[in-house]
């Protein structure tokens, strides 16, 4: 079965729920004991401590050696030590990421003692914590998701990478970093190819510039992350334009600031609409890139053809201006939170042959493997869709396999199309439709079976929800 790997190991990492079982036990009650946002901070300090300083060794109750020495007597509390030690680790002090006794939770911290001692000793058992912290990014989303609030899947975060192809030394940046799942992908992709990135992020939620720290420094990988609370719509463009932004930032997003933002000089092509931030996220994109610079942003599907006038004008000046390089439609099943549809859209700036064309594609439509509870899109497939694409950006014609015709997933439109459809861009309007395609030999049986699984999944992703609330009412 062909696999995706996003980061090594990440097989067994994908079974947590499974070996994980006890640690999420204990982060359940630690979160009943304070609050989820509470419970999962002092859960990444835990297993950034666990991974760096308590491997291979084992202290007081199982747990890793690095609370305490022998020298040292015994401390009144486990939350006093994990305060300690956390506030002297370098990262701690990088990226002021406050420590146990510096959170101003409005519990008192003697209720949170025990079960914080719980998860510190389930966590120093485990034989390897290489892969919790993903595990803890996709049950936190997989709990707490609203709307556009959560962490971007792996298999998401793979097609990000593949899509923008980072090159050496360029300047990375998401602008709504989260967990730094995106960044982390396009880091590792360009380490397979002996090169190197340099990485900048930034996020409004405390809790995902804290989740963004720790993940990036477990990999080996340093970020320049901004301050605490950082709303970069409003706060404006850095000082250093980057090379390259990939971005999944909040869908639909209501409350962005168009009142206080409406005269700003990011929107040369047209004032985003009051109460959906689609288009302000796409022109401080822009804003922020070098002349030469390429995007991925991820935006719901109603970017592509919504009805605003507004929008409308946005999305010709972007074609006209040939800023639009392609764009990628998403299934649903990587979202099991919400039902919006989105897309990736590729931005370009810059002369490019390509200008006055738009290549557009259907990633559902790729192959797709499945074990278990997990699933993801066929490597094979995928670096095939990355090949095309590099290949439009680099201004060369796909030859072989990847040509136009036997790709039935992936077209190359003209802007003269593109007006006659009134500027809509979603990739189904242009792409052949499957029954005029020649697929190949069990195609229709993997889609069927995809269609199922979507079903099961979106019933499954309700019940959890379900479960939730009834839980928090009993509580």
């Not at 719980?118 to 609203?146: F, H, K, M, P, W």
Request: aromatic share 8%; glycine share 10%; charged share 25%.
């Amino acid at each position: 079965m062909a696999d995706v790997v996003v980061t090594p190991g990440e097989r067994e990492r994908d079974q947590g729920q499974l070996t994980y079982r006890r640690v999420l036990g204990a982060l359940d009650r630690l979160r009943r004991a304070s609050d989820a946002d509470t419970a999962y901070r002092l859960a990444f300090q835990v297993v950034y401590l666990q991974c760096k300083f308590g491997a291979g060794e084992r202290g007081v109750s199982g747990t890793g050696k690095w609370w305490w020495n022998d020298a040292t007597p015994r401390p009144r509390s486990v939350g006093e030590v994990l305060s300690a030690v956390w506030s002297r680790t370098h990262l701690a002090r990088e990226y002021r990421l406050p420590a146990y006794r510096d959170e101003g939770v409005s519990r008192p911290f003697a209720q949170t003692e025990a079960a914080l001692e719980e998860l510190v000793t389930e966590v120093g058992r485990l034989e390897s914590a290489e892969y919790l912290l993903d595990v803890l990014l996709d049950v936190y989303s997989t709990r707490y998701a609203r709307g556009g609030d959560y962490f971007t899947p792996d298999t998401v975060s793979y097609l990000f990478a593949g899509l923008a192809a980072p090159r050496a030394g360029e300047m990375v940046r998401d602008p709504a970093c989260g967990s730094g799942r995106l960044l982390r992908a396009a880091a590792f992709r360009a380490q397979k190819q002996g090169a190197e990135l340099r990485l900048s992020g930034a996020d409004i939620r405390p809790l995902a510039r804290y989740a963004a720290a720790v993940n990036l420094a477990l990999h080996g990988f340093r970020i320049d992350l901004a301050g605490d609370g950082t709303d970069t719509l409003r706060e404006g463009i850095p000082q250093e334009r980057a090379d390259v932004i990939i971005t999944n930032p909040p869908v639909n997003m209501r409350d962005w600031g168009h009142g206080e933002l409406r005269g700003d000089s990011r929107w040369d092509l047209g004032v985003p609409r009051p109460g959906n931030a689609n288009f302000a996220w796409i022109q401080h994109v822009l804003a922020d890139l070098t002349p030469h610079g390429r995007a991925v942003i991820l935006l719901s599907s109603g970017a592509a053809h919504s009805s605003s006038s507004s929008d409308g004008l946005i999305r010709q000046r972007l074609l006209e201006h040939g800023l639009v390089a392609g764009i990628v439609d998403l299934p649903s099943w990587p979202f099991p939170h919400t039902r919006t549809s989105t897309a990736l859209w590729l931005l370009a700036k810059g002369a490019r042959p390509n200008g006055d064309r738009v290549l557009f594609a259907d990633a559902g439509k790729l192959s797709m493997w499945r074990d278990g509870a997990r699933r993801g899109f066929d490597a094979a497939q995928a670096e095939r869709l990355f090949r095309i694409f590099r290949a439009w950006q680099e201004e060369q014609i796909p030859e072989g396999e990847d040509a136009q015709g036997s790709v039935p997933w992936c077209r190359a439109v003209s802007l003269e199309e593109i007006v006659r459809a009134g500027f809509d861009l979603r990739p189904a309007r242009y792409l052949q439709p499957r029954s005029n395609v020649t697929l190949n030999s069990g195609t229709d049986s993997r889609i069927r079976k995809r269609q199922l699984y979507e079903a099961m999944d979106r019933s499954s992703a309700a019940w959890r929800r379900v479960r939730v609330v009834l839980e928090g009412r009993h509580e």
